[in-house]
């Protein structure tokens, strides 16, 4: 089922319906309502849904944001869950993913796919990688990670790929502004923490991230989801006090202005119930350690924060870069 919320303007760039910045805006902003057809962005999510599993364990009605679908069809195997996106075309994927399609590739997806043709330029050589992700132990996937991977063209594709410059060119710049400076290297240290961690052979976000494989999901529980067409602080902002038990927010405050966060955090109080708990990610680095960051935890190894708090708690802050 899909509801259309009351549509206001959202102070965000996923209001642009794509990475790039709209013509007319040299800043990636949107300027007004918009001015080019919404794509699809994902083809699937690159966030581990067993954080949200754990972290919303005793939740009945739970909100997330549609994206690809993963999330909310995850989710409903054990909550009642509303999937929420302003992308029109998303939601229309997600939507039709828990009604059996298949997955098809967004531009999240194609351009992945670039750098990874360039990869045995680095030596990432299909059958070293099959090694890599067969491993199941931890010292062993470290050290062939150092010796193998982790190889000085690597590196420096890898800082070229991702350097302001390069990313600039395919997205727009308020995307990029929470990305820290030398984000390649940022990246790989990331990349290093999760091989150290989360043993290959049962991380399914490790072989979906180096080969591309798909992660089908089962969609038994479809009939439980419904889809709204809004952005999420309008959305929340119209729900009814203490609607929700848990909310994933995903990384939607990536590309946000920071009066669209405050906004956003002021509706997830209003809708939160008295012990509900958020789960938000972001691609920038924290500021300082904190309990609550549980990037290490996400298998999906790419995000600087996943933090996960009491609703009551959250601010809609987010760390910024300066470049």
């Known amino acids: 089922m899909v509801t259309k919320a009351t549509p206001e303007i959202p102070m965000t760039a996923w209001e642009q319906g794509a990475f790039h910045a709209p013509p007319g ?6 300027r007004g309502w918009r001015v080019a057809p919404f794509r699809l962005l994902f083809g699937q999510m690159y966030e581990d849904v067993e954080i949200e599993c754990a972290a919303f364990a ?26 929420c996106d302003l992308n029109p075309v998303q ?34 050589h299909t059958r070293r990688l099959e090694q890599f992700l067969a491993m199941q132990n931890l010292e062993e996937q470290t050290l062939f990670w150092r010796q193998q991977l982790d190889t000085p063209l690597f590196r420096a594709g890898c800082d070229l790929l991702l350097s302001y410059p390069v990313l600039r060119a395919v997205y727009s710049a ?5 990305l820290p400076p030398h984000f390649g290297s940022v990246l790989r240290r990331r990349l290093a923490r999760g091989f150290a ?10 072989r979906m991230l180096l080969l591309g494989e798909l992660m089908e999901l089962p969609c038994e529980h479809s009939k439980r989801i419904t889809f709204m067409h809004s952005d999420a602080a309008s959305y929340l902002e119209s729900s009814p006090a203490s609607s929700f038990d848990g909310l994933s927010l995903s990384n939607i405050m990536d590309g946000a202005t ?11 109080r209003h809708a939160a119930s ?4 958020v789960v938000w990610r972001s691609f920038a680095e924290p500021h300082r350690a904190s309990d609550t960051n549980l990037a290490e935890e996400d298998r999906a190894m790419l995000w600087g924060i996943v933090d996960v708090r009491p609703a009551r708690d959250f601010t809609g802050e987010l760390a910024q ?3």
């Not at 805006?25 to 949107?30: I, L, R, T």
């Open 25 to 30: 805006s040299s800043s990636g902003a949107p």
């Open 58 to 83: 005793a939740a009945e009605r739970v909100f997330c944001i549609a994206s690809a679908g993963d999330t909310a069809l995850r989710l409903a195997g054990r909550h009642i869950v509303v999937a």
């Open 91 to 124: 939601l229309q994927y997600a939507q039709a993913r828990v009604n059996g399609a298949r997955l098809r590739p967004g531009d999240a997806e194609r351009t992945i796919l670039l750098a990874r043709q360039l990869a045995p330029l680095a030596g990432w």
């Open 174 to 178: 308020k995307f990029l502004e929470v």
């Open 197 to 206: 961690r989360h043993e290959n052979a049962w991380n399914p976000y490790a």
């Open 258 to 268: 920071p009066a669209y966060r405050a906004r956003l955090a002021c509706a997830v």
């Open 274 to 277: 008295e012990h509900a708990v």
């Open 321 to 323: 870069s300066r470049r």
